[in-house]
C-alpha cells in the first residue's frame, strides 16, 4: 500500500469549511472507480485544525500523492480564456 502524505488548507470561516469539505467528498466519490473501499474510508477522515493564535481553521487531507495531486488540480484547476488556439 502506498504511504499516505498530508496537505493542509487554510479556510477563512466555517461557511468555507462546509464548500471545502463538500468538495472534498464529491471529488472523492467521482474517484469511485480508482478507490478502494478503505481507502476512501480512510480519506473522508478529514481532521480539521482552530490555530487560537491565528485564529484560524486549517483542514488537513490525507490520501496518496497522486490522490493529492489530483485533489490539489482539481480544486485549483484554471482555465485558459485569451483565446489562443
Same mark, same amino acid.
Given at each position: 500500500?502506498? $504511504?499516505?502524505? +498530508? ?9 468555507? *469549511? $462546509?464548500?471545502?469539505?463538500? /468538495?472534498? #467528498?464529491?471529488? *472523492? $466519490?467521482?474517484?469511485?472507480? !480508482?478507490?478502494?473501499?478503505?481507502? &476512501?474510508? =480512510? =480519506?473522508?477522515?478529514?481532521? %480539521? @485544525? #482552530?490555530? @487560537? ?6 483542514? +488537513? &487531507? /490525507?490520501?496518496? !500523492?497522486?490522490? @493529492?495531486?489530483? &485533489? =490539489?488540480? #482539481? %480544486? &485549483?484547476? /484554471? /482555465?485558459?480564456?485569451?483565446?489562443? =488556439?
Amino acid at each position: 500500500m502506498e $504511504k499516505e502524505k +498530508l496537505i493542509s488548507m487554510p479556510i477563512k470561516d466555517i461557511a468555507q *469549511l $462546509k464548500i471545502v469539505l463538500a /468538495t472534498w #467528498y464529491s471529488f *472523492l $466519490k467521482d474517484q469511485g472507480g !480508482e478507490l478502494t473501499q478503505e481507502a &476512501f474510508a =480512510s =480519506s473522508l477522515k478529514t481532521p %480539521v @485544525l #482552530y490555530d @487560537l493564535e491565528k485564529d484560524q481553521i486549517e483542514v +488537513l &487531507f /490525507t490520501g496518496s !500523492e497522486q490522490l @493529492l495531486k489530483k &485533489f =490539489s488540480d #482539481y %480544486v &485549483f484547476q /484554471t /482555465t485558459d480564456n485569451s483565446g489562443a =488556439s
